[in-house]
């Protein structure tokens, strides 16, 4: 009998999404997730890619602090829709 190699596929980063308005930037928090930051570096909550049958979803997240955990804004088909739940949220 061979034994058999298993090896694991590194994780590849997605390329930062594009938003549309200059009023928030995100920055980079993990391959998957990014940071919302305003004008003011004030961060707003996450970004985080969600693979989906249909295409990438957006998920917009606030950190709980108490619990160190993300609550669900929403679930979105654009980054600037989820940035728009985060700011207006």
Known sequence: MSATLIT?????????????????????????????????????????????????RYRAERLHLATASFRLVGDFWSADDAVAALRNG
Request: avoid cysteine; proline fraction near 10%.
């Open 8 to 56: 694991s596929t590194p994780e590849v980063p997605y390329a930062t999404p594009q938003l549309s308005t200059k009023k928030e930037h995100l920055v980079r928090a993990s391959a998957h997730l990014w940071r919302v930051h305003d004008a003011r570096e004030r961060v707003l909550g996450h970004l985080r890619l969600m693979p989906d049958p249909l295409g990438v």
